[in-house]
């Protein structure tokens, strides 16, 4: 043995060995914690706070930018790299929790109360067992040197409560992720009466898509009440494969029709065409089809004839030319003529001449004045003339989403993994029983992330049963 | 069952609550339990009014008054009643109704300030379907949670300052013979946002699966959706920092208070101070 202090011992005691941190461990090391996690929940907050004032001010959405979405990124690795590394632990604490203690260590639990009584070892532990499986713990017990420890828990579901709600924002991201790259969305218009195969998408490109099915419209209604207000409105569609009717529908704005994993949403409406029917003093009757177009104004759509607005047909004998002199989407009369932008009531203001050889001339044409569906026929010289029919046409927001049921199960966990966390108490009751001397020593601890009080009904159980 | 016997029974709740804001606040500065006690079955009187009130008028509209704000505020009254009732029931505790009923009170008389509306009749058509009722009841819970929770975390830091106060006797101070201790006081704050923060969880998913079958997109990052979330944000801050970084009392407290203005902001800031489709008015 040497009296004299070897300069190994003396650098052990000085210095402590540097590793060097690879980049992995820093990486692992600064998303593993819990500052980082909240940073980023406030970085998200801010983000958003900002994202909605600029797209009130400035009409500039952020959401879709690269930035805010490494933000979300770096929340969704932050959330995995803390699953993981916190497995083990929840792990451990649910199925291999250390049973082993000492009076000692039970004593300091957060509640703990002793308890002597007679019997044997074996028959006061028989009892605490009994006692505490009456109150729904699940025990484990472990004899060491004559005595006994008993590791009782309850309610370890809540252990992972959390757990359940980080993967379920996985989840979450994980559907979202998936259905905007496999996804796609868009819209399509179909006029009444119309079969359509293709949508046009929503990305830039506004490219047709086509369904791989045909939709048609077969009547679109709007329902109003007495006081001229829109109730609702609902779109009949069908929809054919390979020529084949596989599903019928009236869809309304909160019911869509789902066929083939493609969604269709009632979104809008608006007019696409009408009919005047004339029918001449000998019952012969034409149909006039016009077609409308729209543009957008200031207020809402616009609407005009779209193709020509002079129709020149015989009837009855007669050469006669119909003119569309006017259209309005919503009729009410009087000084304001319409009422709305919304194709509520369509009217048309029609003249009509049968003096094709010289219209320029005066008197040549005859007012017919407005018309709606509502109005009756007006007379012309025997013939009658009256608004017949509107043909609508159904704006439809199509969508397909194979990433949603992802996102509806991320939906479920998350509200079981938040009602886990909260609401259901995590308790664990530890007992030592020894035998010192004369009668048996019962200590018991109760631990706890709520309140002491959790355990007044279980340790008065105890106390009763041990006498 | 006409809507004028339902908006009658609210005025009788109104003034059922201002009794029991009475009962309370001379329970209170007196520091008895007997008028304290009275508040508190004055409260419950006019709740069960209240809620008598809120049946009425669906019945007789023939559907859930969530539609428009003066029906938003009824129902948001009747549920910030619900959760105080439920904290002090839970808590035995009468001492917070000398601050927590005047809120009510005064979510009660803005009530009755706003006008009915006229647009009761013609229902917006994407509001006709059986999912507002989980989105907008969990939202009323929801708010009424953190709106208890922000008066309570007030009443923690007044404790807490009247405990840290310089001199003698603070066992018997005027604020500490009448609150529960600070400790407790934290902790009823805790358990309250719990609850939001879960009510909070289902907004967001019954707001989400709404817009997925009206509109085909169940999240836009509209204002009021964007809003509801950062209120979530900032409540599962205070969670997170409660439950990892082991934060306790006074910075807790300052977190639920912050996390109110938050929820004020997508409550009432959205609809008056920005534009977009989801507003409530």
């Known amino acids: ?467 | 069952m006409t809507e004028e016997l339902g908006l009658s029974l609210f005025k009788i709740a109104f003034w059922l609550y201002v009794i029991a804001t009475g009962g309370y606040l001379v329970g209170f500065i007196q520091n008895s339990t007997v008028p304290a006690k009275l508040g508190r079955c004055f409260l419950l009187l006019g709740l069960a009014v209240h809620t008598a009130s809120l049946v009425v008028i669906t019945v007789a509209i023939g559907r859930a008054p969530f539609f428009n704000m003066y029906e938003y505020m009824l129902s948001f009254t009747w549920a910030a009643a619900v959760v105080y009732a439920a904290v002090e029931l839970t808590t035995s505790t009468t001492s917070f109704g000398a601050f927590c009923l005047p809120v009510i009170l005064a979510l009660a008389y803005c009530t009755d300030v706003i006008p009915r509306g006229e647009i009761d009749k013609s229902v917006l058509p994407v509001l006709k379907t059986w999912l507002i009722i989980p989105h907008v009841a969990t939202a009323i819970l929801a708010y009424g949670a953190f709106g208890i929770a922000l008066v309570l975390a007030i009443l923690y830091l007044i404790r807490e300052a009247a405990d840290t106060a310089p001199g003698k006797r603070k066992e018997t101070s005027f604020w500490a013979s009448r609150l529960p201790i600070a400790q407790k006081l934290d902790q009823i704050v805790y358990r309250t946002v719990a609850f939001g923060f879960l009510m909070q969880t289902l907004v967001l998913i019954t707001g989400a699966v709404w817009a997925q079958v009206s509109w085909g997109h169940y999240w836009t990052w509209d204002p009021v959706e964007v809003w509801a979330l950062i209120t979530w944000l900032i409540y599962a801050t205070y969670l997170h920092t409660r439950m990892t970084l082991g934060w306790r009392g006074r910075r807790s407290a300052w977190l639920a208070i912050i996390g109110f203005a938050v929820v004020g902001f997508t409550l009432w800031g959205v609809t008056y101070l920005l534009k977009g489709l989801h507003t409530y008015a």
């Open chain 1, 1 to 467: 043995m040497s009296n004299v202090e070897s300069n190994d011992d003396k650098k052990t005691d000085m210095e402590t060995p540097q590793r060097e941190i690879g980049a992995l461990e820093a990486f692992w090391s600064l998303f593993s914690s819990m500052k980082t996690a909240i940073a980023l929940l406030l970085a998200l907050a801010v983000a958003s706070i900002a994202g909605t004032i600029l797209e009130d001010k400035k009409g500039i959405s952020i959401y879709s930018s690269t930035w805010f979405s490494l933000i979300l990124v770096l929340v969704g690795v932050n959330l995995a790299v803390c699953s993981i590394n916190r497995f083990g632990i929840a792990w451990r604490r649910t199925f291999r929790p250390k049973v082993e203690s000492t009076p000692e260590s039970v004593a300091g639990m957060m509640r703990s109360e002793s308890v002597t009584c007679g019997g044997s070892l074996e028959s006061v532990t028989d009892q605490v067992i009994r006692a505490l499986r009456s109150r729904s713990y699940r025990l484990i017990r472990q004899s060491k040197d004559a005595a006994v420890s008993i590791y009782a828990a309850k309610g370890r579901a809540s252990i992972w409560g959390p757990y359940l709600t980080h993967l379920s924002i996985l989840v979450i991201f994980a559907g979202a992720i998936y259905g905007s790259m496999v996804g796609s969305e868009g819209n399509v218009i179909i006029a009444e009466g119309e079969r359509v195969s293709e949508y046009s998408s929503n990305d830039n490109s506004e490219s047709s898509v086509p369904f791989g099915f045909e939709v048609a419209l077969h009547s679109f209604t709007i329902k109003n009440d007495e006081s001229h207000n829109v109730m609702g409105y609902e779109s009949d569609l069908e929809i054919f494969d390979g020529g084949r009717s596989v599903a019928r529908k009236v869809i309304d704005v909160n019911h869509p029709l789902s066929y083939n994993g493609v969604s269709l949403y009632q979104s809008g409406y608006g007019l696409a065409g009408l009919v005047v029917k004339v029918v001449a003093p000998d019952g012969e009757t034409v149909d006039l089809p016009y077609n409308i177009g729209e543009e957008q104004g200031e207020g809402g759509p616009v609407y005009a004839i779209s193709d020509e607005p002079w129709k020149q047909f015989s009837l009855g004998g007669k050469a006669l030319i119909l003119f569309v002199h006017n259209l309005v989407p919503d009729y009410i009369g009087g000084e304001m003529v319409n009422g709305s932008p919304l194709p509520l009531n369509p009217g048309v203001n029609l003249v009509i001449s049968d003096q094709l050889s010289n219209l320029k001339a005066k008197g040549a044409w005859t007012r017919l004045g407005w018309l709606t569906t509502y109005t009756p026929p007006v007379t012309y010289k025997g013939f009658t003339v009256t608004l017949d029919r509107v043909r609508n046409y159904t704006s439809l927001s199509v969508s397909r989403n194979p990433g949603l049921p992802v996102v509806y199960l991320g939906f479920a966990l998350m509200v079981l993994g938040v009602f886990m966390s909260f609401y259901v108490t995590f308790k664990v009751v530890r007992v030592n029983i020894a035998q010192p001397g004369d009668g048996v020593k019962v200590i018991i601890g109760g631990t706890t992330r709520s309140t002491a009080a959790v355990f007044d009904k279980d340790f008065k159980r105890l106390r009763d049963t041990l006498g």
